[in-house]
C-alpha cells in the first residue's frame, strides 16, 4: 500500500471528534478531481460534507451524478445539475464513504440505503475514491450489519437463507428503498472471504445486491485524523 504525503494539518490541539475527521477526508478527497472531470457522488454524512464543499472546484466538473435523492438534493441545493448514469456515461471519479473498509479495500457499505446505486456508480466508475474517518478502518468485515436489498416478495426467503449463512437478518422496518425495496440488515457475519460471500449473496434469487464492495473495491482510501487527512493508494 502506497502512502501519498499529507496535507497540512488543520487539526486543533483538542480532540478531533468524528466530523471533523470526516470532514478533513471529504475536502482532501477534491484534489482528486481535475479539469473536465464526470463526478460520482455516494451518499451519507461523509459525502454531505463533500457536497457542501464541491462549489469551490465547480469550474473543474463537467457533470455530476448522484447515488441517492437525498444526495441529489443536497447537490442541487449547491448550485449543481445532477444527471443521470445513462447519461454522463462513465465517471471519471466517484467519492463516496463506507461503514467499515479493510487495509485491502474492501467495503461494507448501504447503511443508508442507498448501496444498490451505489455499487452500480462505483462499477462503472474509473476511479473509487473511499472517505472515512479512523472508526470505520477494521481488520475483519461483519461488525456492522451488511445491509441486503431485496424485493419486497422475497424478503422472507432470503432471510432464511442468511440465517443458513451463519447471518442474523433484521428488517429495517419503515425503510423503503429509492428502488422500492426493502433492507435486510444481517448480524453475526464474520466476513472472511469477502468477494466469495458477496457473489453468494447475490446469487440468492429476490437479491438485489448485497452491502459487500469486494469485487469492486476503492482504488484510493482517505482517512481523516486529528494529524491531518491520510491518503492511501492501492498497488
Do not use: W
Not at 445513462?86 to 448501504?110: Q, R, W
Not at 429509492?178 to 440468492?204: A, F, R, S, T, Y
Amino acid at each position: 500500500m502506497s502512502i501519498v504525503p499529507k496535507a497540512n494539518s488543520i487539526c486543533q490541539n483538542k480532540p478531533m471528534d468524528s466530523e471533523e475527521q470526516k470532514k478533513l477526508a471529504a475536502i482532501k478527497s477534491m484534489e482528486f478531481i481535475e479539469d473536465d472531470c464526470v463526478l460520482g457522488v455516494g451518499t451519507g454524512s461523509t459525502v454531505n460534507h463533500l457536497i457542501e464543499a464541491l462549489p469551490s472546484v465547480k469550474h473543474k466538473i463537467e457533470a455530476v451524478t448522484s447515488s441517492s435523492e437525498a444526495s441529489t438534493k443536497l447537490l442541487e441545493e449547491n448550485g449543481f445539475r445532477v444527471d443521470d448514469l445513462s447519461t454522463v456515461g462513465s465517471p471519471d471519479l466517484y467519492i463516496d464513504g463506507a461503514d467499515e473498509i479493510t487495509k485491502h479495500f474492501h467495503m461494507i457499505k448501504g447503511g443508508g440505503g442507498a448501496l444498490t446505486r451505489e455499487k452500480i456508480i462505483a462499477e462503472a466508475s474509473r476511479k473509487f475514491v473511499c472517505i472515512i474517518d479512523e472508526s470505520k478502518l477494521v481488520d475483519l468485515l461483519g461488525n456492522f450489519p451488511l445491509p441486503v436489498e431485496v424485493i419486497p416478495m422475497a424478503k422472507s426467503m432470503v432471510a432464511r437463507r442468511m440465517t443458513k449463512l451463519g447471518g442474523l437478518p433484521e428488517l429495517r422496518h419503515g425503510f423503503i428503498t429509492d428502488n422500492g425495496n426493502l433492507i435486510l440488515d444481517v448480524h453475526n457475519l464474520k466476513i472472511l472471504d469477502p468477494i466469495d460471500l458477496e457473489n453468494q449473496i447475490n446469487n440468492i434469487p429476490g437479491v438485489v445486491t448485497n452491502g459487500i464492495f469486494a469485487k469492486r473495491a476503492a482504488n484510493v482510501m482517505i482517512i481523516g485524523n486529528e494529524n491531518g487527512p491520510k491518503v492511501h493508494i492501492k498497488s
